[in-house]
């Protein structure tokens, strides 16, 4: 079965620095890729998924990530964060034939005004 | 468009006791996904019901069980409580069981086991 890591627990960042969360995978076929994020007191709401083609994906809210296949990564990137943006956030990856979704162990993200 | 209910939102049971939690995916939607949220173990995928099968099982007991209804509502029961199935239940529902539709999460139903 596919596995996630996030690498990092927790992050913090003034505003208009740049993000980039990291996130491997393991499994040996075709997957599918998503980020989550948890704003506080909400849902959790897709950010951004990768099925196939173009590995550079754009979100919404600015956020954008890359599938290095090489490197089983799915790395979350944004150029300048908002205190808006102070949120939990989950990599997620499934097999390419199921819905069967494993997530990462998730990063929270501080942003300071 | 409605989203994903969860019912109810909050249950205190005690070791032993059994727990039916519901789920109503946003109409029109007819794959239903449960998952169980845990400071220590983070998301964990339970299982997915579509058109009232199971299509997919996590890593679970046999104390976790599903089931799915013709209008595509979904039950999860768990029986006999241990302290340790204190969580958030995330119920998630989309169009198909397409990997490729995205999923809609509910806001969770927290689960106290005393």
């Known amino acids: 079965a596919q596995s996630v890591s996030q690498h990092n627990h927790h992050v913090i960042l003034s505003e208009a620095a740049s993000l980039e969360l990291g996130c491997n995978y393991s499994?040996?076929?075709?997957?599918?890729l998503f980020w989550y994020v948890q704003y506080p007191g909400q849902h959790l709401q897709l950010l951004l998924k990768?099925?196939?083609?173009?590995?550079l994906v754009k979100g919404i809210k600015g956020f954008e990530a890359e599938f290095i296949k090489s490197k089983f990564s799915f790395n979350l990137r944004k150029p300048s964060v908002q205190w808006s943006d102070t949120a939990e956030y989950f990599c997620a990856v499934s097999a390419r034939d199921n819905n069967d979704m494993r997530f990462g162990a998730g990063t929270r993200l501080t942003v300071k005004p | 468009k409605a989203g994903v209910t969860q019912t109810p939102r909050y249950l205190i049971k005690t070791r032993g006791q059994q727990v039916t939690l519901s789920c109503s995916p946003i109409s029109g939607h007819r794959s239903v996904s449960w998952y169980q949220q845990t400071p220590g173990q983070g998301l964990q995928f339970l299982f997915e019901?579509?058109?009232?099968?199971?299509?997919n099982k996590g890593n679970f007991p046999g104390r976790f069980s599903g089931r799915q209804f013709s209008n595509s509502r979904s039950e999860m029961n768990v029986s006999t409580l241990e302290l340790g199935d204190s969580a958030l239940y995330l119920c998630?529902?989309?169009?198909?069981?397409?990997?490729?539709?995205?999923?809609?999460f509910g806001p969770g139903t927290r689960l106290t086991v005393l």
């Open positions: 998630a529902s989309s169009s198909t069981s397409n990997p490729s539709d995205t999923q809609y």
């Open positions: 019901y579509f058109s009232e099968t199971q299509r």
């Open positions: 990768y099925f196939s083609g173009d590995p």
């Open positions: 499994y040996g076929g075709t997957v599918n």
